[in-house]
């Protein structure tokens, strides 16, 4: 029975995939408003950030990481489900969690798709000058280019949105581009589970949060 | 054999799953409250023990660790009492035993890596804590978790850089970019300057009971854990950049609690900007340590967890009683509920360091450690109080009005007799020790003799 890397390399699956994966998930992630698209793209990006990690690291760990993000989305899912999707699901997905559903006033409400096409390509041209002038210790260059793009992407969904199932995602891409970077350089086994307990525990947090903010809006419908 | 030391990590994980079965149940909070102070006790007299190891690192139950974890317990243990009549969250009990757990994690730990994860994983169970089964907004929790988690990478980052360093001392080139990251990691979980908005938006959308937990239990964590760096870290040498960092978010804090507070309009927003002008405070006595050392320091995290207390309980005991905490809203209030009034004003001179409360000695011992620094910052934190006593000054003049008072429907059924008591017995406390503060500066300054901090700005 081949092992898990043999497996990977059976099926052709190399670093360059995972890169590009990261890259469009990340991209996903920014533009798409729409949390069921956002939750896919969360998916598609624990597997290409597995898949990265696979070439560099044991697989077996590789998988630990494409494991937690495949328990991670479903918690998403869940929770957006049980906090009343179907109210969620009726509202225009620019704007899904607009004053009429929550009762709270978007900050932001000129974060157009424009706006986040721009952003996005001004992060990926910081991301390009942060590997070239700061390449990350022991990581090669287009692996650097996922983790800075990754961590970028995050932070800046995280600032456009105040909603926990959108800016969720946002937190969970930036900590993903970060551990990416981390799980070359630690190798501590006790580190790489706390690692995933804060994943899991994490979008628990998020998930609860949600959960509230869509009782508030079945609480507003009625 | 268990370590004595790790039994503060057994007791309150062990008990959560008990209490959070009884959580219904007035058993349910005194159980939770018992093994606190159980802990809080263990914490002060355990004697000083070797490093212990645990899944291969080291951890260690040092003097400033025992200080400040019996602080956490002990005022959780009043805030369990004070908060099963109030009606908090099925969370609240369970979950801040968890937190009290994770603190001794991080406190304990002499590796970075650990403690931060320590922290962080308390951080995402204080979310429950914090949203206290509330509708409404979840800007508080969802802003605090996220500011706690963008701090992780830092630790992390640093921690890898010192472990680098230790394997091999070539790598010392990368101790400044360890130093940095650990400032970066730092500041966002003080969460003063310039992140302050943690702060006031967990008091300004929490439960004030559940908020003061948080508010007493993560800067405290965070200022030991900076103390063990700054104390043990035989690589850290930058004293006097650390010091003016510390010095500049303490007098920003200050500054902005003192000048905000007297525009707030409601109870628990008040609370907010208190605790940040409170934790300004710290951040200066931290900073600027005169010939008495970190006294002032020292003696500050106790008042502070004794004024954020009575704040936490007379804020939500009125919440619970009126339903509301707008001023508008409490006119005449205080004629109903004196002691909670009195408990409400006692919090707030205690967080300002008005003389005849708790915060007054260490606060000016403080005072008289800026002063050698520059006579200016003296009064601007002396300017700052003002504002703070004087916002409380005026919620005590609304809620003694007798020409406006808002007709109230009663919300008192709760039987609010529990959180009045345990107010008064804190406000008692806090006068005592401000008439007789020599019990607190005793022990401060055995701590300063068992674990010096350095001095950072050099006078």
């Not at chain 2, 802990?39 to 490093?51: K, Q």
Request: one cysteine or more.
């Amino acid at each position: 029975m081949p092992e898990a890397k043999e497996l990977l390399q059976m099926l052709g699956i190399v670093r360059e995939v995972g890169v590009i994966g990261s890259l469009i998930t990340g991209a996903l992630i920014l533009l798409v408003r729409d949390w069921r698209a956002m939750l896919l793209a969360l998916l598609g990006q624990y597997v290409a950030v597995g898949f990265i990690l696979a070439q560099l690291i044991p697989p077996e760990i590789a998988l630990i990481k494409v494991l937690v993000g495949a328990l991670i989305c479903p918690m998403l899912y869940l929770a957006a489900r049980q906090s009343g999707w179907s109210v969620l699901a009726k509202v225009d997905p620019a704007q899904p969690f607009s004053k009429e559903v929550t009762g709270m006033r978007d900050p932001l409400p000129w974060t157009g798709l424009a706006f986040r096409a721009l952003a996005l390509c001004l992060v990926f041209v910081l991301a390009t000058v942060l590997i070239r002038d700061y390449p990350l210790p022991g990581v090669p260059p287009d692996v650097g280019l996922s983790c800075y793009w990754l961590m970028l992407v995050g932070v800046v969904v995280l600032m456009l949105s105040g909603q926990p199932l959108l800016a969720g995602p946002g937190l969970l891409t930036a900590l993903t581009g970060f551990e990416l970077l981390y799980t070359l350089l630690e190798s501590s086994l006790v580190i790489m589970f706390l690692l995933a307990g804060v994943n899991l525990l994490l979008t628990a947090a998020i998930s609860y949060l949600a959960a509230v903010q869509g009782l508030n809006a079945l609480r507003e419908e009625s | 054999m268990i370590d004595p030391p790790l039994w503060l990590i057994i007791l309150p994980l062990g008990a959560a799953i008990p209490v959070y079965l009884l959580r219904r149940w007035r058993f349910g909070s005194h159980l939770a409250a018992f093994v606190s102070i159980f802990a809080g006790i263990l914490a002060a007299i355990l004697p000083p023990t070797n490093p212990m190891h645990l899944v291969g690192r080291t951890f260690l139950l040092d003097p400033l660790t025992q200080y400040t974890l019996a602080i956490h317990f002990i005022a959780s243990a009043w805030l369990y009492v004070a908060g099963q009549p109030l009606r908090l969250g099925r969370h609240f009990l369970p979950l801040g035993l968890c937190i009290s757990g994770l603190f001794a994690v991080a406190a304990m730990s002499r590796h970075l890596a650990i403690s931060s994860l320590a922290m962080t994983l308390a951080a995402i169970a204080a979310v429950p804590v914090i949203q206290d089964e509330r509708p409404g907004s979840v800007r508080g929790s969802w802003r605090f978790l996220v500011i706690m988690c963008l701090a992780l990478p830092f630790f992390l980052l640093a921690a890898w850089h010192i472990d680098l360093y230790r394997e091999d001392a070539g790598h010392a080139v990368y101790l400044p970019q360890a130093a940095v990251l650990l400032a970066l990691g730092f500041g966002l979980w003080v969460a003063a300057f310039p992140v302050y908005s943690v702060l006031t938006t967990i008091s300004a959308f929490s439960s004030p009971v559940s908020g003061v937990l948080v508010l007493i239990g993560f800067p405290m964590m965070a200022l030991t854990l900076l103390g063990h760096v700054l104390a043990e870290a035989t690589w850290f040498s930058w004293w006097e950049q650390t010091g003016r960092m510390l010095l500049l978010a303490g007098l920003a804090s200050v500054t902005l609690g003192g000048l905000l507070v007297s525009i707030q309009r409601t109870l628990r927003a008040m609370l907010g900007y208190a605790a940040l002008f409170d934790l300004g405070c710290l951040l200066i006595a931290l900073a600027v340590q005169g010939t008495q050392g970190a006294v002032a320091l020292y003696a500050g995290l106790a008042t502070r967890a004794i004024g954020l207390m009575l704040l936490g309980i007379a804020t939500d005991t009125l919440l619970k009683e009126v339903g509301e905490d707008t001023l508008a809203g409490l006119h005449g209030i205080g004629r109903r509920q004196p002691l909670t009034t009195v408990a409400l004003t006692i919090g707030s001179f205690t967080l300002t360091g008005t003389p005849l409360a708790a915060g007054f000695a260490g606060r000016w011992l403080m005072l008289r450690d800026l002063v050698q620094l520059d006579e200016r910052w003296v009064w601007l934190v002396v300017l700052a109080s003002l504002g703070v006593v004087t916002a409380y000054l005026r919620a005590l003049y609304t809620l003694l009005r007798v020409d406006k008072i808002t007709p109230h429907a009663s919300h008192a059924a709760l039987g609010l007799w529990l959180p009045i008591s345990v107010s008064l017995i804190l406000s008692l406390a806090a006068i005592a020790l401000g008439v007789f503060p020599n019990p607190i500066l005793r022990v401060a300054s055995m701590l300063i003799t068992l674990y010096p901090l350095p001095r950072l700005i050099v006078q």
